[in-house]
């Protein structure tokens, strides 16, 4: 089995390492639009990331850790997460 990341060292990856990780190893739930940007949510071994893709410059310009509840509540009405675990 590949070595999984805790969530404290993903974020101390480089921008390029985290998209890497969570396009190889994450799931994606599903995809949002905000403004000028596409985020796509997915579930990274025990927490989720959001990958904030600029829709002006086609580039990947953050991606957001996390595993609260209260971060998810953007994406409550959308998914059922109830089947991740």
Known sequence: MKYMFTKSEF???TLREK???TFGRGRLL???H???YTVGL???DNFFAEVWYDLRT???INIVSFND???LD???DYINLDKLY
């Open 69 to 71: 509840g209260k971060s």
């Open 11 to 13: 974020n101390r990856l």
């Open 30 to 32: 599903l995809r949002r």
């Open 34 to 36: 905000a403004k000028y």
């Open 19 to 21: 998209a890497n990780y």
């Open 58 to 60: 086609n580039d990947i």
């Open 74 to 76: 953007v994406y409550a």
């Open 42 to 44: 997915f579930y990274v």
